[in-house]
């Protein structure tokens, strides 16, 4: 089940959720430069193309020890993805996201 953040007020803005071994979509807010994705307790896959909401991650993915954040910075206009896919590795994760603008 997809996710949408609500338009931040200010940033960074945080953000939380459960995300299973199938693909969670999370639509990102507009202005988002740089997002950190991470999980105390688990292992996630996360995805920017191939992927579809509710569906298995595909091959094309990279991986987040549990216990571990990754810092990504977004292109810019097209370049810009509008959404990104999370998944548990093993099963059931709580997501912790920071939203950074420029």
């Given at each position: 089940?997809s996710?949408?953040?609500?338009?931040?007020?200010?940033?960074?803005?945080f953000?939380?959720?459960?995300?299973?071994t199938?693909?969670?979509?999370?639509?990102?807010?507009?202005?988002?430069?740089?997002?950190t994705i991470?999980?105390a307790?688990?292992?996630?896959?996360?995805?920017?193309?191939?992927?579809?909401?509710?569906?298995?991650?595909?091959?094309?993915?990279?991986?987040?020890?549990?216990?571990?954040?990754?810092?990504?910075?977004?292109?810019?206009?097209?370049?810009?993805?509008?959404?990104?896919?999370i998944?548990?590795?093993?099963?059931?994760a709580s997501?912790?996201?920071?939203?950074?603008?420029?």
């Amino acid at each position: 089940m997809s996710e949408t953040i609500p338009k931040p007020n200010f940033f960074p803005y945080f953000y939380n959720f459960t995300a299973g071994t199938n693909a969670v979509e999370i639509e990102l807010p507009s202005k988002t430069r740089t997002l950190t994705i991470g999980s105390a307790s688990a292992a996630l896959f996360i995805a920017l193309e191939g992927a579809s909401d509710g569906a298995a991650m595909p091959s094309h993915k990279a991986f987040i020890p549990s216990g571990n954040y990754i810092s990504l910075k977004l292109g810019r206009n097209k370049e810009k993805p509008r959404s990104i896919f999370i998944a548990g590795q093993t099963g059931s994760a709580s997501v912790s996201m920071i939203l950074e603008e420029e």
